[in-house]
Each structure stands twice: as C-alpha cells, then as structure tokens.
C-alpha cells in the first residue's frame, strides 16, 4: 500500500525529443507527489511537485501528468537536453509524513 | 546557498566494524533523514529525527542507530557492519514548514563498502 512504482528503470532519448517517465501507486490517501532530479556524483533535488487537486503541473520545459482515477502521475521532460541526462525518481507521501520514493529512472539524452 | 554536507565521499570498513557517518546541515532545518540508495531499489528511509535528540525508525531501520545531539548534525551508526550494508547513504534535511514534506536538500552521498 505505500509502494510507488516507477517505470521504465532506464531510458535512452533522442536530443529534442520527449523524455516520459511513469509512477503508479496504491494508496489512494496520497497527498504530495514531488518529482527529484539526480546528476552523477550529487544528492537527489527536487525538481517539481504536485497534488493532487490539479491534473497537470507545468514548469519550463518539465510537467508533471496527474491521473488520480488510475492512480497514476507521470513526469514530461520537452525538448529533451543532455543536460537532462539523470536519475529520475518520483515519490508520494500522506498527510505531511515521510517520502515513499520509486525505484528510480536513469536517463540518458543522446546528442 | 543551501549546504548538506558528509562527512566522506567514499569509505571502506571491514565486517564486524563500527561505523560512523556524519551530516552537517547549515539552514537550521529541524527535519533530517538518513537513506540508503541501490540500484533498482531508489531512496529508502532509514532514521529520521525532526528535532534535537528526537529520532523515529523508517522503512529498514535494522542494523542502524541514530544520534542528534545538535539541530545541525545527525549521525548514522552501523554498530557492526556487514556487507549487506554496501551501498550509498544519502542524509537529507527539510524545514518543519510543510511537515516532513516540505522540500528534502540531500548531501553529496557516502559511497560505503564493507569487505
């Protein structure tokens, strides 16, 4: 009940294109869905977080989907960079309590 | 500039060990939170402490303990280590304002392999 899944676990993109990465999970009482970013050889930071009273979030090139129905929320990278080229991970919590983070997206953006 | 700071990038211990990690936040956060990163498994709390000398168990707590004596330090402590432990430690701190949701700034990493 407190698992968010992540998918896909790695994930190769063409420069310029659109870099998705999917979470699904169970605990329909999740408040706060944040999104971290993870460059080599850095800590996770956050990169863009929503909740659940909106269905999309949007910010530069970055937007996050929200599908409460399918339990399920998914971060949009546009015009995808190198620079992109990171760890992805998604995460859930309930009610201000602790982060419950998925598993982690490796992204690679190929110039 | 927000700082998190480990005391060691990389650190290698033999089996049986006791070790120490350190973290230093400089933003007078009252949050503070301890993971272990693997490969396939993302972040995985550990400990958290949302103030001086507080301390709550996360998701694997065994074979860890905790200390904060001081609201800019938290230490985690392996009292035995064992290869199982192998991994990335991330310590990570956030203000009270949004509970413990508010924004987590995480250090650099602690890269620790037991022989």
């Given amino acids: 009940q407190q698992q968010v899944k992540q998918s896909p676990q790695s994930l190769i993109v063409q420069k310029g294109g659109i870099s998705i990465i999917n979470c699904a999970y169970e605990n329909t009482a999740f408040d706060y869905f944040p999104w971290y970013q993870q460059f080599p050889g850095k800590g996770p930071a956050l990169l863009i977080a929503i909740r659940p009273d909106v269905s999309e979030k949007k910010e530069g090139r970055f937007t996050i989907s929200f599908n409460k129905s399918a339990k399920q929320f998914s971060l949009h990278i546009m015009d995808s960079q190198p620079g992109d080229s990171a760890t992805y991970f998604c995460a859930a919590s309930l009610r201000a309590q602790k982060l419950v983070f998925g598993q982690g997206t490796r992204l690679t953006i190929n110039p | ?115």
Wanted: net charge neutral; with cysteine.
């Fill in chain 2, 1 to 115: 500039d927000v700082k998190v700071t480990q005391s060691s990038r990389y650190l290698v211990k033999r089996t049986g060990e006791k070790v120490f990690l350190e973290c230093v936040q400089d933003m007078d956060h009252e949050n503070m939170f301890w993971y272990r990163q693997d490969p396939g498994l993302g972040l995985r709390l550990i400990y958290f402490s949302y103030d001086v000398k507080m301390k709550e168990k996360g998701d694997i707590p065994e074979g860890y303990s905790v200390s904060r004596e001081k609201k800019e330090r938290f230490s985690l402590i392996l009292e035995s280590a064992s290869t199982n432990q192998t991994s990335m430690y991330l310590c990570a701190s956030s203000s009270r304002g949004a509970g413990l949701t508010d924004t987590q700034y995480f250090g650099p990493g602690t890269r620790l392999t037991v022989l």
